[in-house]
Every structure is written in structure tokens, then in C-alpha cells.
């Protein structure tokens, strides 16, 4: 469970540059809501995971993830509540290790970290069973160096290391946006099982209407630092690219720009 509570954040107060980067933001999911959030550039989207994540601290307001207030926790001790992917696939690996190495270091968040793992037959065996099941030929490959892969492989192994240990909240920032369209395909295909068959509560950032709205059961869009629109379930479901551009430019008064990334992906 997610709650978010009338959060702010503004960067570089007081100074020509100042950003007032959310404006009091709310939103609550449930244990297993996969929610989808969708905005223009600048609408606050990566600051609000980034605030979740612990990477930036906010002004005010209140973060708790499963009853625990994280609001003022370092961002290193929010990691045993948190699985990330980010936008860029060289980020949440150690390209100098082998995947077995990453595997075995994300099997033990939270925990304190020893290589015992290389003499555990049984271990090597689950991450070979675990590469298997994503389907992209990595089974055979648990020494190789992360570094080495291919970018949507990479983020698979991300993907993989954010979930192996069940995390209370998964964060995905834009995971695809740096592959192929057949690469993010395949990654989005893997996200959306790993989330369902792990009944995972996940906030996803996507950049493309149609991802935001073929994915998850609830869709979350922002604009200004703000939550403009929430629809979840069985409204969520009958809204097509055209009734989301028409929530869009009603809620932003007509005055977003929608870029054609986010309609055409």
C-alpha cells in the first residue's frame, strides 16, 4: 500500500529558476493497484517516484508505504520497501559484475550482503530457472558481466532485481522508453506478468497513451505538478486515446501541450 499526502516540491525557491515541481499531490493505491502515470514533460511525473523513492526530500507532506512513514527515511533505507527500473538501462545494475553477482546482491536487499551465494548449487539453479522464464537467452549466460548485455536485456535483469525479493512498492520510470519498439514490447509484456502474478502494488511512468491506458487497472495523469485526472477499474477500461486527450485538454483548461510521443508512442 501507497499513501501519498499532500506533497510538495519545489526546486531552486526563491531564485530566477524556481520550479515548483509538485503542488500538493495525493493519491492512495491499494495492495495490487498497477497504476499508470501519464503527463507532458515537466508535469512532475519522475519528481513524484523520485520523492516516493527517496531521491529528492519534499517541502511538505507525508509518504507511507505499508504503514511505515518513510517521509523523512534516506533514500538507501527505503530500498528494502522499494523495487526500481529506471528510464536508463545502464542504472540499477553493476555492469562490472556478472548477472548471477546482481542476482544474488538484489536476492538480499534489506539484508546484510555476503558471497556466500557462490557456493549455493540451489541458488545458481532458481536465477538460471528465473533468466529462463524472460525468454531472452540469458539462462546460459549467469557469468557473464552485466555490461555486456543488450539494452532491453539489461532491463529485464533490472526488472528481475526489482522483483526477486516481493518489494511493498514497485517504481517504473519510463523502463521502455530507451528501447526499440520490439525490445520495449517484449520488457513491457514481462512488467505486466511479473506484476499480475506477483499481485505487486506498481506505479508505472509511461510516456505513450496507449501503454498507460493497455496496462494496469487504474491511470493516473498530471500536469503542472498536479494529479489532473484518476480513473481506475471498469471506466479506465472503456477510455480510448481520444477520451484521454479530451480529459487532458479539459483538465489542463486547454492549455497542455500534448506532445505526439504521448499519442503515438
Do not use: C
Not at 538507501?76 to 536508463?88: L, P, S
Not at 539462462?139 to 535483469?157: I, P, W, Y
Not at 496496462?215 to 486515446?241: C, P
Amino acid at each position: 500500500m501507497l499513501l501519498v499526502e499532500n506533497i510538495h516540491k519545489t526546486f531552486f525557491p526563491g531564485t530566477p529558476t524556481e520550479k515548483k515541481a509538485l503542488r500538493g499531490v495525493s493519491l492512495k493505491l491499494e495492495d495490487g493497484d498497477f497504476a499508470t502515470v501519464i503527463g507532458s514533460n515537466g508535469a512532475g511525473k519522475s519528481t513524484l517516484l523520485n520523492s516516493i523513492a527517496g531521491g529528492f526530500p519534499v517541502d511538505s507532506g507525508r509518504i507511507v508505504i505499508r504503514n511505515t512513514d518513510v517521509t523523512k527515511m534516506p533514500e538507501h533505507k527505503r530500498a528494502r520497501f522499494i523495487g526500481r527500473v529506471f528510464q536508463d538501462p545502464m542504472k540499477g545494475t553493476a555492469a562490472g559484475m556478472q548477472i548471477a553477482e546482481n542476482l544474488a546482491m538484489a536476492m538480499r536487499r534489506g539484508d546484510r550482503l555476503t558471497l556466500r551465494w557462490s557456493e549455493n548449487r540451489k541458488l545458481y539453479d532458481h536465477f538460471r530457472d528465473m533468466l529462463a522464464e524472460l525468454d531472452l537467452g540469458l539462462e546460459n549466460r549467469l557469468t557473464s558481466k552485466v555490461g555486456l548485455l543488450s539494452g532491453g536485456q539489461r532491463q529485464a535483469v533490472t526488472l528481475l532485481m526489482a522483483t526477486i525479493k516481493r518489494p511493498e512498492l514497485l517504481l517504473l520510470d519510463e523502463h521502455t522508453a530507451a528501447l526499440d519498439p520490439k525490445t520495449a514490447e517484449k520488457v513491457l509484456a514481462i512488467t505486466d506478468r511479473f506484476v499480475r502474478e506477483g499481485h505487486l502494488t506498481t506505479l508505472m511512468i509511461t510516456h505513450n497513451m496507449r501503454d498507460a491506458l493497455r496496462f494496469g487497472n487504474r491511470l493516473i495523469m498530471m500536469h503542472e505538478g498536479r494529479v489532473i485526472v484518476d480513473i481506475a477499474g471498469d471506466e479506465k477500461k472503456k477510455l480510448t486515446v481520444s477520451d484521454l486527450l479530451g480529459l487532458f485538454e479539459k483538465a489542463s483548461g486547454g492549455e497542455a501541450d500534448i506532445p505526439d510521443s504521448m499519442v503515438l508512442g
